[in-house]
């Protein structure tokens, strides 16, 4: 599965990154695929593993806020690897055809 995901603080004040990062962090080191951009996370794998890093990451986050908010979004499909960069060259080869 691949999942995106973005997890804030809430009730930490206005500054979030500090907080983010720590979430960062624990995917990062998950050795799971990953990718962050200024929205969301993305992370590869299977359904528990996947599902069990979010946790941790959510964790992270409240260790810093007293809250947090949690949006997740999964493409599940048995089977498949790669799907975040399989994904990502299908667009290109199209793109490149002009």
């Known amino acids: ?23 960062v962090r624990v995917v990062r ?3 799971l695929p990953n990718e962050t951009n200024a929205m969301f996370t993305t ?3 299977e359904w528990d593993e996947v599902m069990a890093v979010i946790k941790q990451a959510t964790e992270a986050v ?9 949006v997740i979004k999964a493409d599940i499909r048995p ?3 790669d799907a975040m960069t399989a994904k990502v060259a299908s667009v290109e080869r199209y ?3 002009g």
């Open 1 to 23: 599965m691949i999942a995106a995901f973005s997890v804030s603080p809430l009730g930490a004040g206005e500054e979030v990154g500090r907080a983010v990062a720590e979430a």
């Open 29 to 31: 080191a998950s050795g």
């Open 43 to 45: 992370i590869e794998g």
């Open 62 to 70: 409240l260790a810093a806020a007293p809250r947090a908010s949690l």
């Open 79 to 81: 089977g498949v690897t």
């Open 95 to 97: 793109l490149a055809e």
